[in-house]
């Protein structure tokens, strides 16, 4: 391909001539037919038709819905074309030729040719349509040859041309362009030669139209590819929105013209998913990831190795496309997989309620049982120790029975908080002012378990209608979870603050934290991890008894090792019940 001059038609016998031309058109198709990238298959068809004809120089200048093509090979040039692709502008009409006088009779030419628009029986044009000149000397209009090759796009005659032909050049089913040989040689194109090149000159638009073909087929499968690969995803429930998008990114590359150097990036809000080499991207495309109107990142392939222009530069126009598909399918996808996820932690909170609003029921009807036996307990082992006649034995054991009694009594007195048989009295009082006084009695136990404890208090905080006894209830219970995680000391934050309608408790720890099935069950009545002695597992079920009574939400955030973060937000006005 290129040895130019070796097996040109000039010289050769007809037969040769043919089986030249028969050849290289085969080669021609082979290459369409393998989908090569544009730039390549330009050049090669442009050296092959330089070959075949022996002429100087072929220009050729082909367009589509979107884009016009011009290339220029010359003979001469090692191995190189000339190429540039313009996206068309409709306000911007392309210009088939350039010339320098502005006289405009080879751009008349050009025009109505491409627009078949040509009178074959007028002279200088071929029954096939074509336009040649046997001879320069010999055409009237010198001024077409008035050109300025430099910077020159499209069909010029160049100033040591002494012979030329230019040919439309069709598709299957329209006229795609021109295509122009020139020669140094005056008479060149003959009658005899130019039907041959037009025939040649078809090949070739039957082999732009192939390759385009091709090309876009392959395009359509890896995109449908890529989509499917998406929707499949988007359809798989088990995934995580981040499993998801991490499989997404994989996904693009192959969809690319160069899957080998391209790489991918998918980036939601703060969150980065990608492919290896992202980073050593030095061409890229991007497209916004847009979910209710905002936009909330970006898709972005690029290749890491520098590729010729195609297009719009380096991609071509069905992978903007592409991109921008993906880039809505994601879209989709993140608000499909936050809704599903939204709705499976809602679920899950209901659950939570549910079964403890259960074990109150239960826990309300059994505290309610025990209450009347205990207070015969108390009551008769009482009357029993106050017997002047006892023994000092006996009345300790009964004293023992009754301190025993009166701590049941204290369980019972918890279970009935947690479901909510109690009724809080709820009077207005600040809850800055419950947090001073309520670790004042505390101090003491911070001091000996090596514990820091930082304030962080909103001093505009305003007063709440709340029960201020089950309040100071609620704030030592996570204390003391919070020192009892801390054995070998740590810090503690208390903060408060507040918005309009709500005021926020948050009792932070850097303690020993909690697993998933530990932060599961810390609301169960009797469920702990401490021993007897230490706990009783009341404690935060009384505390969601309590904040549950006030109309207001705990929130728990625990990492095993780090620590434990409770928030409590409560109404500041509640709505009284019925
Ligand atoms: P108790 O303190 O009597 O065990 P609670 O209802 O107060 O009962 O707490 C239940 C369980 O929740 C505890 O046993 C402990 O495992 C866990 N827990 C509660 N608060 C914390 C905390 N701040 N840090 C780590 N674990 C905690
Ligand atoms: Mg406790």
Redesign the pocket.
């Known amino acids: 391909m290129n040895d130019l001059n070796s097996s040109n038609l000039s010289g050769q016998s007809l037969e040769d001539q043919i089986q030249a031309v028969q050849q290289s058109s085969r080669e021609m198709l082979e290459m369409a037919h393998s989908g090569i990238p544009r730039a390549e298959f330009l050049r090669n068809a442009m050296g092959l038709v330089l070959r075949v004809t022996g002429c100087d120089a072929v220009r050729m200048f082909i367009r589509d819905q979107h884009r016009s093509v011009f290339t220029e090979r010359w003979s001469d040039d090692s191995d190189e074309a000339r190429l540039e692709v313009t996206m068309n502008d409709p306000a911007n009409p392309v210009r088939f030729s350039w010339t320098a006088s502005g006289n405009e009779s080879l751009e008349k030419v050009c025009r109505n040719m491409v627009a078949s628009h040509v009178d074959a029986t007028k002279p200088w044009f071929t029954e096939s349509g074509s336009f040649w000149i046997e001879d320069m000397d010999a055409f009237p209009d010198a001024s077409i040859r008035e050109v300025q090759a430099n910077g020159c796009q499209g069909i010029y005659v160049s100033p040591d041309c002494r012979s030329t032909l230019i040919t439309p050049v069709d598709g299957t089913h329209r006229r795609l362009g021109l295509l122009q040989m020139e020669s140094r040689q005056m008479g060149f194109f003959t009658r005899r030669n130019v039907e041959r090149y037009e025939r040649l000159v078809q090949t070739v638009g039957y082999a732009v139209d192939l390759r385009d073909i091709r090309v876009a087929l392959r395009e359509r499968v890896k995109e449908l590819t890529c989509l499917y690969g998406i929707a499949r995803l988007v359809a798989h429930a088990e995934l995580s929105l981040e499993e998801m998008l991490q499989s997404a990114v994989e996904l693009l590359p192959p969809g690319w013209l160069y899957p080998k150097d391209a790489a991918a990036r998918v980036v939601l809000d703060v969150r980065s998913f990608a492919t290896a080499g992202v980073d050593e991207i030095v061409q890229k495309m991007s497209s916004d990831i847009v979910i209710d109107g905002q936009k909330r990142g970006f898709v972005e392939v690029g290749y890491t190795v520098e590729k010729p222009p195609i297009d719009e530069g380096p991609f071509m126009l069905e992978e903007s496309h592409l991109l921008d598909t993906v880039a809505r399918e994601l879209a989709f996808a993140i608000e499909q997989k936050s809704y599903l996820e939204e709705k499976r932690k809602l679920q899950g909170q209901l659950r939570h309620a549910d079964r403890l609003a259960t074990i109150g029921q239960l826990a309300a009807g059994v505290a309610h049982e025990l209450n009347e036996p205990l207070s015969n307990i108390v009551g008769f082992a009482q009357l029993a120790a106050s017997e002047p006649d006892i023994s000092g034995k006996n009345r300790r054991d009964m004293n023992k029975i009754v301190s025993s009694a009166l701590h049941a009594g204290e369980i019972i007195k918890g279970l009935l908080v947690f479901s909510r048989e109690t009724s809080p009295v709820k009077l207005p009082f600040n809850l800055n002012e419950l947090i001073e006084d309520g670790l004042f009695f505390l101090d003491s136990r911070f001091v000996k378990a090596g514990i820091n404890l930082r304030c962080d208090i909103d001093s505009s905080l305003p007063d709440i209608t709340a029960d201020r006894a089950q309040m100071l209830q609620v704030l030592t ?2 204390v ?3 020192v ?3 054995p070998d000391g740590g810090n503690l934050i208390i903060r408060t603050s507040h918005d309009d309608q709500n005021i926020l408790l948050v ?1 932070e ?1 850097t ?4 697993d998933k099935k ?2 599961e ?10 021993d007897v002695d ?10 969601h008894g309590i904040v549950a009574a006030h109309r207001g939400d705990i929130n ?1 955030e ?1 990492q095993p090792g780090k ?2 973060q ?1 928030a409590i937000c409560l109404p500041i006005n509640p709505v009284e019940d019925n």
């Open positions: 219970n996570l003391v979870n919070s009892q995680a801390m009792v720890d303690g020993v934290g909690m530990t932060l069950n810390i609301f169960h009545p009797f469920f702990t991890t401490k230490e706990g009783t597992g009341l404690g935060l079920s009384v505390v728990v625990s620590g434990t409770f």
